[in-house]
């Protein structure tokens, strides 16, 4: 992977956990299982601190970071379908959260893992293996929240509906990040 490449992967990587944190958080104080509201908590407060750590990583020289956190049309369209997919039912949002975001963050610290080279880029794989571990415990959570939240027949195909919906979108933009 180029250094170009890297940095548009750490924004994208950036962006996205801004748009994590943002959305699990407004969904807080609007879920009803108090084990859903404290699991989407702590995992918003996870997505904030990642994004901060990746933030923190992108070139400061001109023309500055900023200019790498400007949403991008798949942005826009994954998170207009998770808005879209979001009923308002804790089963909803522990699908989307547990079925499709997480997973996907996860294995986007895998595949960047697997392409980058131990000595060109310690510092970024450094990054990703603690944004690894930190998803792995998140997703065990999240999943852990599911099962036991999401029960019923009616819950687990409203689930499995707004998952489908937001995987659908993610897989035509071309990923999670669109790379």
Known sequence: ?????TVARLGAYCRLE?????TLGSWVLTVSDPSARIALA???DHAGWRAQRWFEAL??????????????EADIKIFASVNKADDGSDAAR??????EILPRMYGLMVDHLAATEDVAQRPIRRLAEIHRAD???DLAMALGVFERSVVGADQRSAADRAR??????????????GF
Request: hydrophobic share 45%; net charge negative; aromatic share 4%.
């Open 1 to 5: 992977m180029t250094a170009e490449q």
């Open 18 to 22: 801004q748009a994590i944190f943002s």
């Open 42 to 44: 702590e995992l918003s």
């Open 59 to 72: 070139p400061t020289a001109p023309p500055g970071r900023d200019v790498f956190l400007v949403s991008t």
């Open 94 to 99: 522990l699908g989307i959260v547990a079925g």
């Open 135 to 137: 998803l792995d415990r």
């Open 164 to 177: 489908g919906h937001v995987a659908t979108v993610i897989d035509r933009v071309g990923g999670l990040i």
